[in-house]
């Protein structure tokens, strides 16, 4: 075997099982909190998944303050919000309990709380000059694996493009993986945030900053959320949960590593223009955009195919990479994910200005196959067309 040198780190301590919850404010003290700010969405306050967490707080006797300003696609003006009631309350430490959106915006506010200047200022590849505020990641969805990635995707708002912080620098000190979380969680979301972990998986695999650790972090995350999102959708049961918790954090673990590839780069440039659910984004183009990479690399997407569930034996590899598209598309069908057809708003004339902001995506050099603006105008016509 011949390979390039390359290097494999995490930043982040995870603890993983039932009722690592409660465990919020013992891993606040020991990260020295004097005042903590509990990053997290209304809904998810609502419908108390905060409780937990606050309580542990309390029983350590650790000072808080909430921020619930999060929206889906989170945009920088709520990031800099963020960080001036940060500054006014004095905050040390960040404890972000929701999906992508809260836990990007919490790592954009500890960025902000340690960098100054501007979001854009530290969208980029690796240009944070220290650690950022010490943040405890605690996930109620599986999918989006920033609990375990390097990254924070936020909106500008003023050019509606999406900017990635892409340093481990910004990665949480500890991840709080609790299954429990998503058991109350509702189908639709289940579905969007699995296909997203999903199509994480398949990027990392793929991607051309793949590498040993990250393909086989990648393949057993592939296997575990087609084996458990069909269940956690239709009967959210523990086993189910754990499994799509576990495959979402192991796929994160993979693309925070590697890369995404094609298909994040349209997906992101849709919600960016749309809102779309990001998982949504990532289901409508996943089986065309991995279709179109097969070429690049036929025997990983036969081991996809594999992973997908398809039994390849006696077929010629192009069938059976098919074949695990095909899987692809059942998977995202039978979850109930909307068609891009499906979408309100969605404009065809559009879809020009959509490929180009899908070429400047910062990933679109890691797509296992050449891509430009004329492939992904392409790719999304044909999708669109069905
Ligand atoms: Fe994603």
New binding site residues.
Partial sequence: MTLSKYSFALPTRIEFGEGVVNDAGKEAKALGASKVMLVADKGVIAAGLTEAVEESLKKEGIDYVIYDQIVPNPRDIHCVAGHEFAVKEGVDVLVAVGG?SSMDTAKAIGTLLTHGKTIRDWCGYQLLEREITPLIAIPTTA???SEVTPFA?ITDTTTHVKLNIFDPKAAAKVALIDPVMLMKLPSHIMASCGV??L??AVEAYTCTLACPHTDAYALYAIELIRKNLRNAVNEPTIQACTGMMLGSTIAGIA?GYSD?GG??CI??ALGGRYDTP??VA?AIFLPAVTEYNIPADLDKHVDIAKAMGVDVTGMKKEDAAMEGVKAMQKLCDDVKIPRMKDLEGIDPDDFEAIAIASEKNVSTPSNPRKITAKEYLEIIRKVYEG
Avoid: Y
């Fill in positions: 992508g999918g989006t694996g995707v997203d972990a199509t994480h693309f995404v298909v994040h997906g992101e990001h998982g990532m």
